[in-house]
């Protein structure tokens, strides 16, 4: 591999990519419920929206990601490239159709959700070549981590470089122990649900979860609870420090994708020198404008 051919991007997020069905019932759904409501459709997966955040923040990016040799993955590449971001890292597999997710949200916030990830679990290979010749920071879509958590040529890698991964369900996140007891996950974020699956503690409150987090070697934690408060710990040379702040009291017009969000605006604060505290605060201000705006 020649040196030309390195990607140096300060980011690079790895994941998934596919396309967004968001249906949004008129009023509040129950389960069987037949409802009338909009539905819209969208570029989606963590870490494409990870992606699309960081290059919007200014951070160059390289997405990673796998999507079908069908009419969605080619428009997904498309539209990925009109906003800016490179398509390079999009691998598209033969035979596979793009991936998907399909959720349904009421005025209450999400009913329920399903994601079809079959192309990214089938090109794990082709990711990990492509991941090779990039150096920058690398953000792991918490989807993987099922994936990988077996797999010792992954883990090799993830010891050369510097990782956070963000948390995409309690499920997935509980094989996350065994890569943290190895060393293999630098900085956290996840929600509470999954901090508690993550350390087996179904009772755990956030700040004791991220002092916890905090004694098994990760050097940055931050745990969200929905509208309630945002826990931050971090290690530094005079032991750890561990702050907690509400986010402000909105009434949102949109709820997937708000937790990439503010992930991304958490990142991308710290990475134009901000403290983990200011950081987090400047990601709640944001967060807020982004669940109040336009659904799109």
């Not at 129950?30 to 409501?37: F, I, L, S, T």
């Not at 951070?59 to 490179?86: E, F, K, Y």
Request: net charge neutral; with cysteine; proline share 6%.
């Amino acid at each position: 591999m020649t040196l030309s051919l390195i990607d140096y991007s300060p980011f690079v997020c790895l994941g998934a990519a596919h396309w967004d069905v968001i249906a949004k019932a008129n009023g509040d759904c129950a389960r069987g419920d037949d409802v009338p409501g909009t539905y819209r459709r969208r570029i989606g997966g963590v870490a494409t929206n990870l992606a699309r955040n960081l290059h919007h923040a200014g951070l160059p990016t390289t997405l990673i990601a796998t999507v079908g040799d069908d009419d969605a993955g080619r428009s997904l590449i498309n539209d990925l490239g009109a906003q800016g971001l490179t398509s390079t890292g999009l691998i598209p597999l033969p035979g596979h159709p793009t991936d998907s997710y399909i959720a349904i949200e009421d005025p209450r916030g999400l009913v329920g959700a399903v994601a079809v990830d079959r192309a990214m679990r089938a090109g794990l290979d082709a990711m990990l070549d492509q991941l090779r010749i990039t150096r920058g920071h690398l953000i792991l879509d918490g989807n993987l981590i099922p994936l990988i958590a077996d797999r010792p040529d992954w883990h090799d890698h993830l010891r050369e470089r510097r990782v956070s991964v963000v948390c995409a369900s309690p499920v997935k996140s509980t094989r996350l122990t065994d890569l943290l007891l190895n060393a293999l996950i630098p900085d956290l974020y996840c929600n509470l649900a999954e901090a508690r699956a993550i350390l087996r503690a179904p009772d755990i409150s956030a700040t004791e979860a991220a002092r916890a987090l905090i004694r098994m070697g990760v050097p940055l934690v931050v745990i969200t609870d929905g509208a309630r408060e945002t826990t931050v710990a971090w290690a530094h040379s005079k032991g750890l420090s561990v702050k907690t702040r509400t986010p402000p009291a909105i009434t949102p017009t949109r709820i997937t994708g708000a937790g990439d969000f503010f992930t991304a605006q958490f990142i991308a604060t710290r990475a134009n020198g901000a403290d983990p505290l200011a950081a987090l605060e400047c990601a709640h201000t944001a967060t807020a404008t982004y669940l109040t705006g336009p659904a799109t």
